[in-house]
Each structure stands twice: as structure tokens, then as C-alpha cells.
Nanobody, 121 residues
Framework: VQLQASGGGLVQAGGSLRLSCAASGRAVRYAMGWFRQAPGKEREFVAA????????YYADSVRGRFTISRDNAKNTVYLQMNSLKPEDTAIYYCAMATTAWNMRMRSVDYWGQGTQVTVSS
């Protein structure tokens, strides 16, 4: 399985970005999600969505501002990020796990490469 993330960039505080992550290879009925890692900090969970999209989890720091969704026809997961803050600056990593709860517990089966998100104040 390969995960290809895209959509990062530079945005001013209060702005929005949408990240995408396309999965390829043999990955059936997997949950997908996002983690992020800021300089000097550990990688942290951001959001997860189960295979059919009816269960989602969010970190407290992003709940209400970020929305995770997926399009199984395209094997793609999205992260819509609104009301961005400078503290959201990080490398965002796409991930895949057997369930959304496993991902919430940091039990990840596959990682994608990161995409940089920078929020200026």
C-alpha cells in the first residue's frame, strides 16, 4: 500500500487548506486519517475516519475547525482545515489502520509521506 499526500502550503491565520491523500495498492476496508508533527514535538493524532465514513475521531485541538472525509471510489481521504492557527503549523502525515479507533490509539499499519502546512500570524 502506498499513500500519497498533497495539498499543503503556506496560509495566513484564519485561512483554509484542504489536504488529500490517495491510497494505492491492496487496501480494503481500511480506516484512514491524519497525524501531524511540529518541529521539536512528537507526532500527534489529528483525525481518523472509518472505512464507510460513519465514524470519525478528532483531536481536541482541531475539533470544530477540521473535517475529515473520504471518497472510496477514488481511494482518497481529505482533511478540510478551516480557521487555521499558527500552532497548526506542522508536517501532516496520512495514515491507514484497520479501524478508526486503532488509529486514534496510534496503531497505524501504513504511513504516507508528509506534506508541509505553514500558518503565518
Amino acid at each position: 500500500v502506498q499513500l500519497q499526500a498533497s495539498g499543503g502550503g503556506l496560509v495566513q491565520a484564519g485561512g483554509s487548506l484542504r489536504l488529500s491523500c490517495a491510497a494505492s495498492g491492496r487496501a480494503v476496508r481500511y480506516a484512514m486519517g491524519w497525524f501531524r508533527q511540529a518541529p521539536g514535538k512528537e507526532r500527534e493524532f489529528v483525525a481518523a475516519i472509518n472505512w464507510n465514513g460513519d465514524i470519525t475521531y478528532y483531536a481536541d485541538s482541531v475539533r470544530g475547525r477540521f473535517t475529515i472525509s473520504r471518497d472510496n471510489a477514488k481511494n482518497t481521504v481529505y482533511l478540510q482545515m478551516n480557521s487555521l492557527k499558527p500552532e497548526d503549523t506542522a508536517i501532516y502525515y496520512c495514515a491507514m489502520a484497520t479501524t478508526a479507533w486503532n488509529m486514534r490509539m496510534r496503531s497505524v499499519d501504513y504511513w504516507g509521506q508528509g506534506t508541509q502546512v505553514t500558518v503565518s500570524s
